[in-house]
C-alpha cells in the first residue's frame, strides 16, 4: 500500500502495482464497485478502466477521486453537487475520467471535502469542484455558482498539495518567486478537450506533448527493483534519456517498497526489506550520479524537460 485516505464512511488505497482498493459503505458507488448500496467488510478491488493505474487517492464524504500515474484523475461516487467535475451530476458507480474541464493538466495533488474536490496541477493552479458552501470553492470570491474555480493564488506560490474536510480547504504553496505578478482570476469557467489519454505534457505547457511508457502497463511486465549490479548502467542509460531508463528509475523513486528492494547488497545478512543493513550506497550512488547531467542540460529542451519533471514528480510521489 502507497496511499490510504479515509471518507465519511469508506477508506480506499493504492497500492505499489497500480490498483486501488476500497471498503465500507457505498451507497453512491463510493467503493467503485458494479452496484452500489451494497456495503464492503473487507476490501475490495476498485473496478478501474483498462490499462489505468493509480498511485494516490483522496476520499470526500462519499466520493473517491484516484490519480493515475500519467497525471490524470479518475473519480466515482456521489455527484450531486458536482464535485467530480462531471458534465452531469449523476452518481459514478465506478471510476471514470473527473475533473473534465482541467482538459490534459496534470494532476499532482487532489482532495475531497463533503460536496467538493480540490486540485492541484503540475504548473501550480489551484482548482476546485462542487459546494462553494463557507467559500470551500472559491475562497468566499465567487459571485455565482461555476462548474469549476480557479482560486487566485499569491503572487509566485504555485500550489503543490492540498487537503480537505467539511467545508474546509487548504492549499500549500510554495514561495518561488514573492516578486511575481499575481495572474487575474479567470472570468468564466474555460473549456478543455474532456480527455486525452496516454499524453501529458510534462515540458511546457503547450510544448510538445510526451508519451509516457508505464511501466505498469502491461500486467505481465510489472515495475522491478534495480539490482546493485546493473545500478551503474541503468543510470547511464537514464542520463542519455533513455525512456525505459528514465521510466525505471521513476518507479523506483515513487514507492518506497521498491526503493527497498532495489541496490541490495550481495551479501546481504537481513532478509527484511527496510534494513539499512541490506542498502548498497555505493550502487546508489553509482544509478544516479550520471543524472547530474540530465540537470545541467538546456531549459527549453522537450526530451530534456519532460525527463526532469518525471523524475521530480517521482521524487515528490515518494516522499508523499
Known amino acids: 500500500v502507497v496511499d490510504l485516505a479515509a471518507g465519511g464512511g469508506h477508506a480506499a488505497c493504492a ?39 493509480v498511485d494516490r487517492v483522496a476520499a470526500g464524504r462519499a466520493h473517491t477521486v484516484f490519480l493515475t500515474r500519467r497525471g490524470g484523475a479518475l473519480g466515482c461516487g456521489r455527484n450531486h453537487a458536482g464535485q467530480l467535475g462531471l ?11 473527473c475533473f473534465a474541464e482541467l482538459g490534459d493538466a496534470v494532476v499532482v495533488a487532489a482532495a475531497g471535502g463533503d460536496a467538493h474536490s480540490l486540485a ?32 487566485a493564488l499569491p503572487p509566485g506560490a504555485p500550489a503543490f498539495h492540498v ?30 478537450p474532456f480527455w486525452k489519454d496516454g499524453y501529458t505534457d510534462f515540458a511546457l505547457r503547450g510544448a510538445a506533448l510526451v508519451s509516457r511508457a508505464d511501466s505498469f502497463l502491461d500486467a505481465a511486465a510489472t515495475a522491478a527493483p534495480v539490482s546493485a549490479d546493473e545500478a551503474a548502467a541503468t543510470g547511464a542509460r ?30 546481504a545478512s537481513s532478509d527484511r526489506p527496510f534494513d539499512d543493513a541490506r542498502f548498497d550506497a555505493r550502487a546508489f550512488e553509482r544509478c544516479f550520479a550520471p543524472l547530474d547531467a540530465v540537470a545541467a542540460l538546456a531549459v527549453g529542451d522537450a526530451r530534456a524537460d519532460a525527463a526532469r519533471r518525471r523524475l521530480s514528480l517521482a521524487v515528490l510521489a515518494g516522499a508523499t
Open 163 to 192: 487537503v480537505a474536510g467539511g467545508d474546509a480547504s487548504i492549499a500549500l504553496c510554495r514561495a518561488t518567486n514573492p516578486g511575481a505578478a499575481a495572474a487575474p482570476p479567470p472570468t468564466a469557467p474555460h473549456k478543455k
Open 15 to 53: 497500492t505499489a502495482t497500480g490498483e486501488a482498493w476500497a471498503w465500507g459503505r457505498d451507497e453512491h458507488g463510493q467503493c467503485g464497485g458494479l452496484i452500489k448500496g451494497e456495503d464492503h467488510q473487507v476490501p475490495t478491488r476498485v473496478r478501474l478502466p483498462a490499462r489505468a493505474r
Open 87 to 97: 458534465e452531469n451530476r449523476d452518481d459514478v458507480v465506478s471510476p471514470q475520467p
Open 238 to 267: 537514464a542520463a542519455a534519456l533513455d525512456d525505459a531508463a528514465l521510466d525505471r528509475l521513476a518507479d523506483v523513486l515513487s514507492w518506497p517498497a521498491l526503493l527497498a528492494a532495489s541496490f541490495v547488497k550481495a551479501d
Open 120 to 151: 492541484a496541477t503540475a504548473d501550480g493552479r489551484l482548482c476546485a469542484f462542487g459546494a462553494d458552501r463557507a467559500g470551500a470553492c472559491s475562497g468566499g470570491f465567487a459571485a455565482a455558482d461555476a462548474h469549476l474555480y480557479e482560486v
